[in-house]
């Protein structure tokens, strides 16, 4: 049984550090589940379903946020509503991707070669995306004003999102069932190329995150219970996985939003490329 809590206690661990970080926490989940010969369909499944912990931090550490949204919406009020109905078409994309191509992505992307291959492409893809908006500033600052990374300065940013933009997000997003791609990196580079200063493009990626981890785990969570509760400390290694990921992820999402206006990108996308070319190199 601690050996079980043990690893649980890790995988919450990776889960919370990882989610909200553009470096993908499936792929950490991958990788760190073949490391400790976890890879049956139990373990698959409590990889994701742990997801649900930082799911809950996100929530609560916006509850003002959407408290503010149920508001806006039994008023009517028109930010609000465009708001939810932009976090709604970028939402849309992924269930219909999910369900076509889940059990294939299980099937042959869980394993530390794709997941190598997603970590560098998408870290090289990050500075690609960096280098260009710092050369757009640049070349045309009268089109780009300077914004204010402070809190709360995203709010007006989000506001002027187009559906296009949250339709291009949404679509980006998809791309994230690649494990390695990262959920957290496709949805904040997506609305950096869309002209959202980088704190603004991560704020909606958390909230995006609410309804797309919650169905996620949802999901893989009623068709594969019975492999979790079945498998040896199933149920202690979902609450130990769960409440970890919690505590770390609401200290993470903190840390990231304070400063991520000064880091940018770029050292996530090095991290990145440098532990999926270890990762290959040992393969």
Same mark, same amino acid.
């Given at each position: 049984?601690?050996s079980?809590?043990?690893i649980a206690?890790?995988l ?9 970080l553009?470096v993908?926490?499936t ?9 400790l010969?976890h890879?049956?369909e ?5 990889d994701v ?5 930082a799911?809950l931090?996100a ?9 503010a ?14 708001l939810l109905v932009?976090l709604?078409?970028a ?5 219909p991707?999910?369900?076509?191509v889940g059990k294939l992505?299980k099937?042959r992307?869980f394993?530390?070669v794709?997941?190598a291959?997603a970590l560098?492409v998408?870290g090289l ?5 960096e ?6 500033r640049r070349a045309?600052p009268e089109?780009?004003p =300077? ?6 300065a995203?709010r007006d940013e989000l506001?002027?999102l187009? $559906?296009?933009?949250a339709a291009l997000i949404?679509? =980006?997003q998809c791309l994230? $069932?690649?494990?390695?791609a990262s959920? =957290? ?7 950096r ?8 493009a ?8 609410i309804?797309t ?8 969570f ?11 400390g199933?149920?202690t ?5 769960l409440v ?5 992820a609401w $200290?993470?999402?903190a840390a ?7 880091l940018?990108?770029?050292?996530f996308? $090095?991290?990145r490329?440098?532990?999926g =070319?270890l990762?290959l190199?040992l393969?």
């Amino acid at each position: 049984m601690a050996s079980w809590i043990g690893i649980a206690l890790l995988l919450g661990l990776v889960e919370g550090l990882t989610e909200f970080l553009p470096v993908s926490s499936t792929g950490h989940l991958v990788l760190l589940s073949r490391w400790l010969g976890h890879v049956t369909e139990a373990d698959k499944t409590l990889d994701v379903v742990i997801q649900a912990g930082a799911v809950l931090a996100a929530a609560i550490y916006f509850r003002q946020r959407i408290a503010a949204l149920v508001r806006g919406l039994a008023r009517r009020d028109e930010a609000s509503l465009r708001l939810l109905v932009r976090l709604g078409v970028a939402f849309v994309p992924v269930v219909p991707a999910g369900l076509l191509v889940g059990k294939l992505v299980k099937e042959r992307l869980f394993g530390p070669v794709p997941v190598a291959g997603a970590l560098v492409v998408g870290g090289l893809v990050m500075i690609a995306v960096e280098r260009w908006q710092t050369r757009r500033r640049r070349a045309h600052p009268e089109a780009a004003p =300077a914004r204010s990374e402070a809190a709360g300065a995203e709010r007006d940013e989000l506001a002027g999102l187009t $559906l296009t933009h949250a339709a291009l997000i949404g679509l =980006a997003q998809c791309l994230s $069932l690649w494990p390695g791609a990262s959920r =957290a990196m496709v949805t904040i580079v997506a609305g950096r190329a869309c002209g959202l200063s980088t704190r603004a493009a991560a704020e909606f990626s958390f909230l995006l995150a609410i309804p797309t981890l919650g169905a996620a785990t949802s999901y893989d969570f009623a068709k594969h219970a019975h492999d979790i509760f079945a498998a040896p400390g199933g149920t202690t290694s979902l609450v130990v996985g769960l409440v970890t990921a919690f505590a770390v992820a609401w $200290l993470v999402i903190a840390a990231f939003l304070r400063y991520v206006g000064r880091l940018g990108l770029v050292p996530f996308a $090095l991290y990145r490329i440098v532990l999926g =070319a270890l990762v290959l190199l040992l393969a």
